[in-house]
């Protein structure tokens, strides 16, 4: 029996740390979602994390403003997604590609342009106590003695919600997403309403990877990112693209990891080749769960169209 | 279009009269092969600080190509360095051994070092440093100054030069106290600060007091600062990035042994062989002491360097028992390098597994 | 959409017209990276000189710059294939990881056979196993209704896993003292190099001729063949086999092939197994012909820039093939402007991705026409 204590014991600095490690992932899976919703594929949130983090990382060293720090983060990842709309929506290019070349444009550039800094250090956001909630046994821990941007992050979600499902404005891009001919037929330009759909979720983007470079790491270094953009892709499949299900998805995948961590090191030897390929088999395997029990995976119906320019 | 073409030809004409210039003032050239991005503090970092060093004598000239992956790409980095007639290559990773070798039989007249591989050639050599020499010491200071004798290791990837890293840092620790226990994560990166920094909050959280780490990025001492605990530093002296936690670190400095070799290429009595020199020689070495390291710690712990420099203490020697406790190496037994270069077991004190 | 302007959809392509597009774009995107050197104190211009020259500019570039365009221009001709059956297939990346997993088990398991076995073995096996692989995806569409999109992006990364577990679990090489690499390939499976010098000596062709030869012809491997013989398989099967004419038509209209009676589930798992088979022959050659053994460091997003390359091409097997030269010199000539200027290695993404915006946004002017909008 008493085996087991430590491992139920390492469950709760487990989920603190997963609240923290989630964060950038959360942030990055809600501005994707926000994009996809409103009918645009972008496989380029690898890269707009970087870009943002650079960003970020270079208004905060500056300033000495994180705040500062965080809007550079929001607004370059957002010229980021809205090149990818340049391209997609005025080209006409394919969403796809014009994803991978973000990626690959985006990591390379944030990259080459914080060869300067590399490992330079900047003040940052620390962890700062919610007053009383903190002290709740158990919960406080977890949920209050994290970083503002984490508390940020708890409100983010319902704030979504509301305005995809509760304003007239989230009726628009989900229609946009689903059938841009319907919208253009009440008078909507969806031209107009995924130019807004890449703009705030490129912001979000953005300040995913702002996370990264503010809250985690508070230094520049190189590929800060690692992958975390492509996680993020993954898990707005995974929540059907629901904003919900997104939160739900983020703190699953990041909670296993850091338990994981927590359990190797008392002493299970794990197969790290499964931990890493987590998160892409749970999303497979959810979706495929949804498809036995004949449910709709929800995908927006235009994803990854181009509105014909004529029209 | 055809002024860009001029321009084009004017461009390639330049670089190669810079060329023919270099080769009137009968300098020599050295090229480097580095794995990771020189900026990461890690492994490559530890070269290029040495590269810096050679390129401030003025007969010297050197040019490093970083990042490059191992496999079909290292090979053409390495030849097109050959075919530019450098005079001496490095190439720094593992991965590079067999295109080291292939390139190495086409241009004869020039010399090839391998680093932490283990096959030469008619003109390639291969050469690494006892880096677990200092791992030993460092887990000397370590296991003085865990409280909790429980001290935290993350690691990258479960290849021999990691496994030897994490026996030689638990035979120190074991050495000066026999309690404590050396727990292992592997990260399976070499290179992602934010994931090696979340592996030692993990370590932290279940109770280890001191971080220890075989990664390129900063990410663990990092962790090991914002907590309180201590952090044992791996490649370079990190202790700029962890100023309250940074212990000691095992470092490199390959600049004596680059000089010797640079020399030897000009003189012409270079030769091919397998080179690897421990403290002694210093490429290996720790770095300064942190303020928080007790005056007995600091001398316990110097007076085992002089022995290891000295000869009079072997790192690998027996009686070492394996984690179940099994008698691995005999009393008065050593293990031989060929053992230390395929060590895919760990000592007793660590617990984790090898994948 | 833009005001005093209206865009109308050409009903004839350029002709020349799309190749000063091209150049134009090109020509923007030198000019852009010249520019972000100069921002970090480099000659711009000389870069963009090293650019090129490493890349086409000299006798031994060529045979680099084949050698890394054959892998990608497998991929891209497979990629191709399901884009023009509207199937968004970048799975290739996975395909290609367990295609060299499949001719590797073939070369580790039978390394005894005679050399005629082995290396057509090897070669068929990689192909069954990456075609394997995307058949996966095309199953989970056809009976599943999952995107392909997601479902070829998860199984890439799951392959990748997959190779990892192998090469440091089960296949690790005893004699490489534990480091993670399989054992050598037998001499037979190992794909050789176009020229071999000691042979034309032998012939008795002259020793400048030879040099010459050996310093054009690089590492460039017979894969070549395998290159040409599928460039020509799939533009045959495209525009002389009922099966390609049906690809095409359903690729324009899925419904419509449906009322026509074409079986387009078939047709997916056909183009799906072929593009993974095409990805998997492209992972084992590189496998074999250049590393000679399997090592974690084969994977090299060959698969993501075969996307690229397909769309870039507007999936024609012949401008597929210039475009995977292209890419290929530039990989190869970016790494002359780091070794000359002493730039970051991120320089290349960058570089890479500049040209992928700029000419990915110049093809809207092949497809468009901008007309004065009269009111």
């Known amino acids: 029996m008493e085996d087991f204590l430590p491992y139920l014991a390492v469950l709760l600095p487990a989920m603190t740390a997963a609240i923290s490690t989630g964060a950038p992932i959360l942030y990055a899976t809600l501005g994707e979602l926000v994009m996809e919703r409103g009918g645009v594929l972008n496989l380029g949130v690898e890269g707009m994390m970087m870009v943002g983090a650079l960003a970020a990382f270079l208004g905060c060293y500056h300033t000495g403003s994180p705040w500062f720090g965080l809007l550079c983060g929001g607004f370059s990842a957002m010229l980021m997604s809205m090149l990818h709309g340049a391209i997609c929506l005025i080209f006409q290019g394919s969403q796809v590609v014009s994803g991978l070349a973000l990626t690959i444009f985006g990591t390379g550039l944030a990259n080459y342009l914080g060869t300067p800094y590399i490992q330079m250090k900047i003040q940052g956001f620390t962890a700062l106590d919610v007053p009383l909630l903190s002290s709740i046994p158990v919960l406080g821990p977890i949920f209050f003695q994290q970083d503002v941007l984490v508390y940020l992050s708890y409100i983010l979600p319902f704030l979504l919600w509301w305005l995809l499902m509760r304003t007239r404005f989230g009726l628009a891009l989900r229609a946009t997403g689903e059938n841009p001919a319907a919208v253009r037929a009440a008078g909507i330009s969806p031209g107009a309403v995924r130019w807004a759909a890449l703009m705030l979720g490129g912001f979000l983007v953005g300040l995913g990877g702002a996370y990264l470079a503010l809250a985690s790491m508070r230094m520049w270094v190189d590929n800060l990112v690692s992958g975390r953009g492509w996680i993020a892709v993954a898990l707005v499949i995974f929540a059907f693209w629901r904003p919900g299900r997104a939160v739900f998805g983020v703190y699953l995948f990041s909670g296993i990891t850091a338990y994981l961590f927590r359990a190797q090191a008392l002493g299970v030897g794990i197969p790290t080749a499964f931990l890493s390929m987590l998160p892409y088999l749970m999303t497979l395997a959810v979706l495929l769960a949804s498809s036995l029990r004949g449910k709709d995976s929800g995908a927006p119906a235009d994803l990854a169209n181009n509105l014909r320019p004529e029209d | 279009m055809f002024k860009r073409a001029m321009f084009l030809v004017l461009a390639l004409a330049l670089s190669c009269s810079a060329a023919l210039a270099a080769d009137a003032a009968k300098e020599i050239k050295i090229g480097f092969v580095y794995v990771s991005p020189v900026g990461d503090a890690g492994w490559s970092y530890s070269h290029d600080l040495a590269r810096q060093e ?24 390495i030849l097109s360095m050959a075919r530019k007639g450098y005079d001496l290559i490095f190439t720094t990773s593992f991965g590079y051994m067999d295109p080291t070798l292939k390139v190495a039989k086409q241009f004869p007249k020039t010399a090839f070092m391998h680093a932490s591989g283990y096959k030469t050639s008619e003109n ?132 004596p042994f680059y000089l010797e070799a640079v020399d030897q290429v000009r003189k012409g009595t270079w030769q091919p062989k397998s080179d690897w020199p421990g403290m002694e020689s210093g490429i290996v070495d720790i770095s300064p002491y942190g303020k928080m390291v007790p005056e007995d710690v600091r001398a316990t712990v110097d007076q085992r360097k002089q022995e290891i420099v000295d000869g009079k203490y072997v790192v690998f020697s027996g009686p070492i028992n394996d984690q179940s406790g099994k008698l691995r190496v005999e009393p008065g037994k050593v293990l031989s390098d060929q053992e230390l270069i395929s060590f895919d077991w760990f000592v007793d004190g660590v617990v984790g597994t090898m994948n | 959409m833009m005001s005093g302007w209206r865009i109308v959809s050409r009903t004839e392509p350029r002709e020349w017209g799309s190749v000063v597009i091209f150049a134009a774009a090109f020509a923007l995107s030198l000019l852009i990276c010249g520019l972000l050197l100069q921002v970090q104190g480099k000659d711009g211009a000389l870069g963009v000189g090293l650019l090129l020259s490493g890349g086409f500019g000299h006798l031994y570039s060529y045979g680099e710059t084949l050698l890394k365009a054959i892998p990608i221009f497998l991929c891209s001709l497979g990629v191709a294939l399901c884009f023009r059956l509207q199937i968004w297939n970048i799975g290739a990346e996975g395909q290609y990881v367990i295609g060299t997993l499949g001719g590797t088990w073939f070369v580790l398991t039978f390394a005894s056979l005679p050399g005629w076995l082995l290396l057509p073995g090897m070669l068929i096996s990689a192909m069954l196993a990456g075609g394997f692989w995307a058949c996966v995806s095309a199953v989970l569409r056809q009976r599943f209704g999952m995107n392909e999109i997601i479902s070829t992006l998860m199984l890439n990364y799951i392959g990748i896993e997959i190779l990892k577990y192998l090469i440091y679990g089960p296949w690790r090489d005893p004699a490489a003292m534990n480091f993670p690499v399989s054992p050598y390939f037998s001499d037979s499976a190992v794909i050789a190099q176009i020229w071999n010098s000691s042979f034309w000596l032998d012939f008795g062709l002259s020793e400048n001729i030879v040099d010459v030869m050996a310093q054009l012809c690089g590492r460039a491997h017979w894969g070549i063949l395998s290159c040409l013989i599928a460039g020509c398989l799939c533009s045959f099967f495209l525009q002389k086999t009922r099966l390609g004419y049906e690809i095409t038509a359903a690729g324009s209209n899925a419904k419509a092939a449906r009322f026509a009676g074409i079986p387009y589930s078939r047709l997916v798992i056909l183009v799906m197994f072929i593009c993974g088979a095409l990805a998997g022959l492209a992972g084992i050659q590189e496998c074999s012909a250049t590393l000679e053994r399997l090592e974690p460091h084969i994977v090299v997003g060959y698969g993501y820039t075969a996307v690229v390359v397909a769309w870039l091409a507007k999936l024609r097997t012949v401008r597929i093939a210039f475009f995977a030269i292209i890419l290929a010199g530039l990989r190869v000539g970016v790494e002359n402007v780091q070794l000359e200027l002493q730039v970051s290695n991120s320089f290349a993404n960058t570089l890479e991705g500049i040209i992928l915006i700029t000419v990915l946004a110049g093809q809207f002017f092949n497809d468009y026409s901008l007309k004065r909008k009269f009111s």
């Open chain 2, 124 to 255: 390639v050599g291969n050469y690494f440093g006892r880096i677990y020499q200092s791992r030993y010491l460092t887990g000397m200071v370590a296991g003085l100054m865990t409280k909790k004798n429980q001290i935290g290791y993350v690691a990258a990837f479960p290849i021999p030069e990691v496994v030897r890293g994490i026996n030689a840092f638990t035979l120190g620790v074991r050495a000066v106290n026999p309690k404590a226990e050396v727990r292992v994560v592997w990260t399976k990166t070499w290179y992602d600060p934010a994931l090696e920094k979340d592996a030692a909050i993990s370590l932290l959280d279940i109770g280890v007091d001191v971080i220890a780490q075989h990664q390129d990025s900063p990410g663990p001492q990092e962790a090991a600062q914002d907590r309180g605990a201590y952090s044992v530093g791996y490649h370079s002296d990190m202790s700029r990035f962890a100023p309250e936690a940074h212990l000691v670190a095992a470092v490199w400095n390959w600049v």
């Open chain 2, 54 to 77: 050679l390129e401030k004598h003025s007969d010297i000239s050197t040019y490093y190509m970083e990042s490059v992956p191992e496999g079909a790409d290292s090979e053409r980095v």
